[in-house]
């Protein structure tokens, strides 16, 4: 069922970028008119900024549509095919990156949706007393406000199943001159039964000094306020990924949807004082209703 593949290929992005999930839903014909959307809601569980050992279970709101001029909402992500050939995609790409406070990120890193605890223009919108228990890890690093990215995206089809993906954004960070790079290779939904598709998805992200210095670096300002010892990055290979996800179609109108993603960070970014653990896993699962 082609329509699955809306939710099947959405990530990214990643992100955190600090991952805002950039993968982009999957073009395919559709009558002059038409859309595909789906809305659901689910859980999460992440762990509360890169590089963090603790973790955050938060509601995961999903969103997916697809209309058949070529635009497309995924998440935070949105943008427009422009490529009438089958095996070739490409477009503009629009992504909203949550911000972070003294308690972490507040962004869904699948990329499907954001968690509760969204934090907008550096003030947390999370729950004092869930701040207090978070224990403001953060506390004494500036805040970084949430910002509009912006790029663009191209997919290379190799096989009917398989494509290579990249995309890149700018604008990341409180200066808006951070930019990512991500690159990958998808196997989209294959059936296992009547009900049930499998899509699987690795890549690797590369970013700038600017990307790095937003999300990594401890100035000397900061670390005289903080706990944490000064650290000034540069760019290159971010963190490598890998994820799994899973589409049970309970009816022609309801599904739900499983995804796991295992991100390592890599490089400049590994080697930050904000790193307590450089691999780790995020989880969800949520019900869709398509109309």
């Known amino acids: ?6 939710l099947a290929m959405t990530a990214c992005c990643g992100t955190a ?14 009558p002059d008119g038409s859309r595909d959307t789906y809305l659901g809601l689910g859980v999460q569980s992440a762990p509360r900024w890169e590089g963090a ?14 209309w058949s001029n070529g635009i497309f909402v995924s998440g935070l992500t949105a943008g427009m095919h422009l490529s009438d050939q089958p095996t070739f995609e490409y477009g503009p790409l629009l992504a909203l990156q949550p911000g972070r406070g003294d308690a972490g990120m507040g962004r869904g890193p699948d990329g499907t949706g954001a968690g509760v605890g969204l934090t907008f223009n550096g003030a947390a919108a999370e729950p004092a ?4 228990k978070s224990g403001a890890r953060l506390a004494g690093l500036d805040d970084i406000r949430t910002r509009l990215l912006a790029g663009g995206f191209a997919n290379v089809y190799l096989a009917p199943q398989w494509r290579l993906t ?9 200066d808006r001159d951070g930019a990512r790079l991500e690159l990958g290779v998808q196997r989209l939904a294959a059936g296992l039964g009547e009900h049930h598709r499998v899509s699987l998805a690795a890549g690797v992200g590369i970013v700038n000094r600017q990307y790095n210095e937003a999300w990594s670096s401890v100035t000397g300002a900061e670390a005289a306020r903080s706990r944490f010892a000064p650290y000034a990055p540069g760019g290159g290979l971010h963190d490598a990924h890998a994820g799994v996800r899973w589409n049970w179609d309970w009816s022609p109108s309801w599904m739900l949807t499983t995804n796991l993603e295992a991100r390592r960070l890599l490089g400049s970014a590994r ?21």
């Open 1 to 6: 069922m082609n329509k699955l593949l809306l």
């Open 17 to 30: 970028l600090a991952q805002t999930g950039t993968h982009v839903t999957t073009a395919y014909p559709m």
């Open 53 to 66: 050992a603790e973790r955050r279970v938060s509601a995961l709101p999903v969103l997916q549509a697809q």
């Open 129 to 132: 007393f869930l701040r207090a």
């Open 166 to 174: 990249g995309s890149l954004l700018f604008g990341a960070g409180n």
């Open 271 to 291: 080697n930050s004082p904000l790193v307590e653990r450089p691999a780790n896993l995020t989880v969800s699962t949520a019900v869709a209703y398509h109309f």
